[in-house]
Structures are given as structure tokens and as C-alpha cells.
């Protein structure tokens, strides 16, 4: 999900509680490309859910090696 108060490459996430980590990124889809969402910070922690920010690094199907 982006917003208008995102910089250009960061997206934030809408995770369940205790889920959010500094040390692990997340793989996503983004307009039918791969990306990588490298955690920037916890925005917001409630009992129920996390807010946080990542910066999305969006890979060119050009560009695996898979």
C-alpha cells in the first residue's frame, strides 16, 4: 500500500502483531514484478497490528539469475 506521504521507494505495511523485524525483509509482488522490502522502522505498535515503513527495491525479470 503506498500514500501520498511515502517518499518515492517506500511503501508501509499493515503487519499482524509481532511480526515486524529489523533483520528481515520480505519478498512481495508489485505490478506483476518481484520486490524485496527492506525494513526502514516501526512506525506504530497496538495490540492487534504493527505499522511499518520498508523501502521496496523492485527486481527487473531482466536481472535474475534464478
Known amino acids: ?3 501520498s506521504q511515502d517518499r518515492e521507494g ?9 511480526n515486524f523485524s529489523m533483520s ?3 519478498y512481495s509482488q508489485y505490478e506483476g514484478n518481484d520486490c524485496l ?3 526502514i522502522t ?3 505498535k497496538d495490540s492487534d497490528y504493527e505499522l511499518a ?8 525479470a531482466a ?3 534464478r
Open 1 to 3: 500500500m503506498k500514500s
Open 10 to 18: 517506500q511503501v508501509r505495511l499493515l503487519l499482524g502483531r509481532d
Open 24 to 26: 528481515h525483509s520480505l
Open 37 to 39: 522490502l527492506i525494513p
Open 42 to 44: 516501526l512506525l506504530e
Open 53 to 60: 515503513s520498508y523501502r521496496m527495491v523492485i527486481e527487473d
Open 63 to 65: 536481472d535474475e539469475t
